[in-house]
């Protein structure tokens, strides 16, 4: 290439177009200037007997709450305990996810034009050298089972940069941000970790957009997942994001919900009606119900649960997999 000519940015594919044309809406609400302290306040104000009920909880001890725990709490309440009670283990499908974020935060820093398989190998090299449990798990892999992970991850983050459109610096890209609040005189954490955000606010005036990544088929608590981070972003911020999107990988398809008010207030009630839940089923002061659904599939009470089997029984059947 000649040096006076500029270089010109690849065409997107439809796919890629697609979400430019519905993330990159030019709609961005004004929010009020008190909503933050307004939410925290409702929301301190109804967790506060719950906290005081739980002698052991204090600010070195805090109740942690995380999308996960608060999914499960609003999902079956027996899946809810078993979960809590079964360990935690790394496999690769638990690792994927992780190490798929980790290899998109490589390429949102990098210059030029890493492959996929550049970016899968080099977070694998970085998350590799953790002292935390993942790190443990992937120093622990055989050849057979790295390799595994490998393509896994490699699909993700291919089928990302084939759908995704190139994410530019001035969109400001993060991945795996963190958000906490604090309430309770620090009894209470609400915590969470965002795939990846892009804008920022401008003053009351919203501009941020959180993305989930998904895998697999869309579900009703995804929508929740993110509710629950707008209103983290709300209680570190003060502004909301503008735009809340669940992305859909294998479709190559963005889901999206604008952030209101009411949507802010109708989360914190649903946290603290899950956090109540949590904390009754914990004590043991709610006896546990049952909710038989498609995460029995995945539920550690499985083998001793006769209505999970019949329910994966009857969706097998839906299905034509029965034998
Ligand atoms: S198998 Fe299903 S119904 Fe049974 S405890 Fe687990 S999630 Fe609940």
Redesign the pocket.
């Known amino acids: 290439m000649a040096s006076n000519q500029i270089p010109q940015a690849e065409p997107l594919n439809p796919a890629q177009q697609q979400v430019l044309d519905e993330l990159g809406s030019t709609d961005r609400p004004t929010f009020r200037d008190d909503l933050r302290d307004h939410l925290r306040h409702e929301l301190e104000e109804a967790l506060l007997p719950i906290v005081e009920s739980l002698p052991e909880v204090s600010r070195d001890q805090p109740l942690f709450v995380s999308k996960r725990k608060l999914s499960m709490a609003h999902g079956?309440e027996?899946?809810y305990l078993?979960d809590q009670a079964a360990p935690f283990e790394w496999s690769v499908p638990a690792a994927r996810g992780t190490v798929a974020h980790k290899a998109i935060e490589i390429l949102i820093g990098r210059r030029g034009k890493p492959t996929p398989l550049d970016l899968v190998h080099e977070a694998l090299e970085r998350l590799e050298l953790d002292e935390r449990s993942l790190g443990e798990f992937i120093r622990g892999l055989g050849e057979a089972e790295r390799a595994e992970l490998v393509g896994a991850v490699n699909e993700f983050v291919t089928t990302f940069t084939e759908t995704f459109p190139p994410l530019k610096r001035q969109w400001i890209p993060v991945s795996e941000s963190r958000v906490r609040a604090n309430l309770c005189q620090d009894r209470v954490a609400l915590q969470g970790v965002i795939d990846l955000s892009l804008g920022r606010a401008r003053g009351n005036q919203a501009g941020k957009v959180l993305l989930d990544l998904k895998t697999g088929r869309p579900n009703i608590s995804h929508i929740d997942d993110l509710r629950f981070y707008a209103m983290l972003e709300v209680l570190k911020l003060g502004t909301p994001p503008r735009l809340l999107v669940n992305y859909y990988l294998e479709a190559g398809e963005p889901r999206q919900e604008k952030v209101t008010e009411d949507l802010l207030w109708s989360t914190s009630k649903r946290v603290v009606d899950a956090i109540l839940k949590m904390v009754e089923l914990d004590e043991g002061r709610r006896k546990p119900g049952?909710?038989?659904s498609a995460?029995?599939r995945f539920?550690p009470?499985?083998s001793t649960?006769d209505?999970?089997k019949a329910?994966l029984a009857r969706a097998d059947e839906e299905m034509g997999f029965t034998h």
């Open positions: 079956c027996t899946r078993a049952l909710t038989p995460m029995c539920c009470a499985l649960c209505e999970g329910e």
